[in-house]
């Protein structure tokens, strides 16, 4: 009886004990997540900021053309995110929300492609 109780004590600190290893690797991969995910999002402001810069001085300049250029190439690389992601998860709650703000743009996503070559360079300002 009294090896009974020292096998089952036994397994219930070797329990114990892997389920707080558990939880505590959870806890810290939930944060690195959480900072990673932070970081990312950081990274793309700030690159958006940079590119919103960028057109903003070319129509300060007068440089509409590229500014528009600019814009349209903007517009059709957040397209192509945006059309990988459907294709990969065409079920998913962002589809619903695409579709509520914008009927056709699902449609769009489905066979999308950028009008423009890869590597692209901007017109010269006219």
Known sequence: MKKLSVVA?????LSAVAYLSFSYG??????????????????????HLLDY????AHLVSNC????????????AGEMRLLSEFYKEH?????TKYISERD???VEKLQGF?????NPW????CK
Do not use: M
């Not at 004590?9 to 600190?13: A, C, I, K, P, S």
């Not at 810069?53 to 903003?56: G, L, N, Q, S, V």
């Open 53 to 56: 810069r960028e057109i903003e």
């Open 103 to 105: 009927g056709n743009l």
């Open 121 to 124: 360079q901007p017109s010269p």
């Open 113 to 117: 492609r950028s009008p423009f070559p």
């Open 26 to 47: 959870a806890r810290y991969e939930r944060e690195r997540l959480d900072d990673e995910l932070a970081a990312v999002q950081a990274s793309l402001w700030f690159n």
């Open 9 to 13: 004590f036994l397994l219930f600190v």
């Open 64 to 75: 509409n053309n590229v500014a528009l250029e600019k814009t349209r190439y903007a517009i």
């Open 90 to 94: 065409p079920n998913s709650w962002v």
